[in-house]
């Protein structure tokens, strides 16, 4: 006879891994106990020895949301004391535990709604493998008095399925019935309910209105596709693209699903996934654009509304431009007046707020937005660090992370930090994180631009928990988020293409490749005419980069196809005089001033939009049919991309007549090569065996798939973001990875 002592560590809480071991145990006519320690679980089971070791090996798989990042078994003196195996009450122990996030419905709950029992089309169906987690948290561990299912209390039926061993809603601390749960409500404007709710929330969509609908982890704007229009206006987002939700079936009418975005699309996150779409998407939805973002119904209501409606629906976070996304009911009433017509709510108070995921498959999944299903996440790191560290994320797109001993928490999405609204949200995601973790930060990481909200929360911050503050450079932290993929930072070249981040020597810097602390190469530095107005009007950049390469006749008469003579003059006299000028080695900024060039976008109007068109319009183009040289110079002793040879060779190509579509496709292809090139020198040199590209441009898919193949032709590896964002909601991780290695560079 053997007895063994257990402790699993991973992904062990809120999926299901207690009842788990309970019937696994069972099946091995074993006695003992598991419990829930907050941070881990033990288990303590006896009986014969070739019962005891098949059931270790069993715990290794665990349930299918589990992960198991470590099972430390231990045998003990047998001793016969249990007489059958059972769920202990849990207990806290410290750092360490997992933040399940929320997930999909699964297929045996839609089962049940759809037969005969008593979840029959109950909106709120769940079980020990499905339904919210983190949304519906106040502190692990993850019990339901732990929960706002607390405001529930199991009915007598619910109350015998959480006790019984063979029903799979045993020890789920989610779930209730429509006799004991969580219920529906639907009002208009002034208060007055409908019902009942479904089918009144069907009809008022088929008749063209527009509703907001309480969810997971917060509301949503939904209508149907021909009310864009009406959506756009009062929503206030001229430009930018909607999300779409249909059943899969639908989701293939209208646009093309490989089959790794049918996995993503069918997986239990159920992410917004971008999807090249064919006609029927009407060019309101996502306007300039060859994707569009699909996801599938991921709750019970979701299912329940699309059994009488067979196209798609704008499912958009209620939220207006930069605010956090709307999470309570009476938030809801206010801040959606005017935006919403009805507003189909429930009861279950919503804690954290978590918006959608957003992905791109291309040859392996790419977050663009981390969140619902997927976040918070919680990283095993190869190396500890010493003390415990809090990492504030930079301001735009941002998240926050929390690094103690071996195991990194990279929060969700939590937006633009650029306002008191946002600012609360970060504060009360850093308040919650920090309880849920039970850490207590000795280090506190900021962005390394004095003036980001984020930075200014940081330092209050560290002053209430007499933290030291560490800053970090924007583009190093992008690199930094690489080691989660799995390789040491001294191995890799780093290419850091996105948009902006303040520079150490107090330039913008956007294209930047590094090794360690050298930065042996990047992008020249131009002029930004008017600072941040030449991130909103691309003109301006295509002004500060052709100033003094082109001639001023033909750069005024290039600039006046989008806007005035007098306003066109008045920016060339600016760069010329330097007179509010700041300078930037933004990639970002490059391909907004080839959109501009190309006349694909004028004006930006959210976070992206000229790259993310620019791409679009490249999509049907051939880079092969257009020839654009990008010159490579010396500068300051290191080698620098000539983003003015690029934009001349546009201009060029342009007046030739060649092919506008070619010449866009070409333009991105030139400037990613440009800069493999200079990695892979930088690698050989140095003797770096990894090139790595991170940055939000490195979600372009010609850019991406251009510099790894020309890194691999190179004989070198190419690594990329795929469990964290490459946009800025993984500079986080990177801040603290850097932080780390900043206060023990030895480790």
């Known amino acids: 006879m053997k007895k063994v002592r257990i402790l699993a560590r991973g992904i062990v809480q809120g999926v299901g891994f207690r009842p788990f071991v309970h019937n696994l145990a069972v099946a091995h006519s074993l006695s003992g106990h598991v419990k829930n320690l907050g941070t881990s679980v033990e288990v303590v089971a006896e009986g014969k020895d070739a019962d005891v070791d098949a059931f270790v090996e069993g715990m290794r798989r665990g349930p299918k949301l589990s992960r198991i990042d470590s099972l430390d078994v231990s045998e003990e003196p047998y001793s016969g004391d249990y007489r059958d195996f059972r769920i202990e009450k849990s207990s806290a122990s410290g750092f360490g535990g997992f933040i399940p996030p929320d997930t999909g419905i699964c297929n045996n709950c839609l089962e049940d709604m759809r037969g005969e029992s008593r979840f029959k089309d109950y909106w709120a169906a769940s079980c020990v493998d499905c339904g919210p987690r983190y949304a519906i948290m106040d502190t692990l561990p993850y019990d339901r008095d732990n929960t706002t299912m607390t405001d529930f209390p199991f009915c007598e039926d619910c109350l015998r399925d959480y006790k019984d061993p063979k029903n799979r809603r045993y020890h789920a601390q989610g779930f209730s019935c429509p006799k004991c749960g969580p219920r529906l409500y639907l009002y208009g404007e002034d208060r007055k309910p409908l019902a009942p709710p479904v089918e009144e929330t069907i009809r008022l969509l088929n008749e063209g209105r527009i509703l907001a609908i309480k969810g997971v982890g917060g509301f949503h704007l939904c209508c149907k596709m021909d009310v864009t229009p009406l959506l756009r206006q009062r929503r206030n987002r001229p430009e930018q693209p909607f999300a779409l939700m249909a059943p899969l079936p639908v989701i293939e009418k209208y646009a093309h699903v490989n089959e790794g975005e049918r996995g993503l699309l069918d997986s239990m996150q159920r992410p917004i996934v971008l999807l090249r779409r064919k006609h029927g998407v009407p060019e309101s939805v996502a306007p300039g654009l060859h994707t569009v973002g699909f996801m599938t119904p991921y709750t019970g209501f979701h299912h329940l509304l699309f059994k009488d409606i067979g196209e798609p629906l704008i ?130 990481v900021t962005d390394m631009h004095p003036s980001f909200l984020s930075s200014r929360l940081g330092r209050e911050l560290a002053q209430q928990f007499k933290a030291d503050v560490v800053t970090v450079q924007h583009h190093r932290a992008h690199i930094g988020s690489l080691v989660v993929e799995g390789v040491e930072l001294e191995d890799v070249v780093g290419v850091a293409m996105d948009g902006v981040g303040y520079g150490e020597d107090g330039t913008v810097w956007g294209g930047e490749i590094f090794h360690g602390g050298a930065h042996p190469a990047g992008l020249l530095p131009v002029p930004m005419p008017g600072g941040d107005l030449a991130t909103k009007f691309p003109m301006r950049m295509v002004a500060g980069i052709l100033y003094g390469s082109v001639d001023e006749g033909r750069l005024l008469r290039i600039m006046e196809a989008n806007m005035g003579p007098t306003e066109a003059q008045v920016i060339l006299k600016q760069v010329e005089r330097k007179v509010n000028v700041a300078y930037s080695s933004s990639a970002g900024r490059v391909l907004d001033s080839v959109a501009a060039l190309l006349g694909v976008c004028y004006r930006r109007t959210y976070e992206g939009e000229p790259a993310m068109k620019l791409e679009s319009f490249a999509f049907p183009g051939d880079a092969n049919k257009v020839d654009l040289p990008c010159d490579i110079i010396r500068m300051d002793g290191r080698n620098v991309v000539d983003s003015r040879s690029l934009l001349r060779a546009v201009v060029d190509a342009m007046d030739e ?91």
């Open 315 to 444: 499912m958009t976070s209620a939220n207006l431009p930069s605010e956090p996304m709307v999470k309570d009911n009476e938030e809801a009433f206010r801040r959606l007046k005017g935006i919403a017509d009805y507003y189909l709510l429930h009861d279950r108070r919503i804690l954290n707020r978590c918006d959608d995921s957003v992905l791109r498959y291309n040859d392996g999944m790419f977050f663009t937005r981390m969140a619902r299903g997927y976040a918070p996440a919680m990283f095993p790191m190869k190396k500890s660090s010493p003390k415990a560290i809090l990492a504030m994320g930079p301001e735009l797109n941002s998240s926050v992370s929390i690094y103690k001993d071996n195991l990194c928490y990279t929060s969700h999405h939590l937006g633009h930090i650029n306002n008191p609204l946002a600012l609360d949200f970060l504060r009360e995601t850093v308040d919650r994180l920090l309880k849920m973790t039970k850490v207590t930060p000795e280090i506190v």
């Open 657 to 747: 007549g060649k092919n506008r579509h070619d010449i866009a496709a070409s333009a991105q292809v030139s400037l990613a090569r440009a800069f493999a090139e200079q990695a892979c020198r930088a690698a050989k040199k140095s003797g770096a065996p990894v090139v790595g590209l991170s940055g939000g441009v490195a979600v372009n898919a010609a850019i991406g798939r251009t510099i790894e193949d020309y890194v691999k032709s190179e004989g070198l590896k190419f690594v990329t973001n795929h469990k964290l964002p490459c946009g800025d909601g993984g500079v986080s991780f990177g801040q603290a990875v850097l932080a780390r290695d900043m206060i023990s560079p030895t480790i």
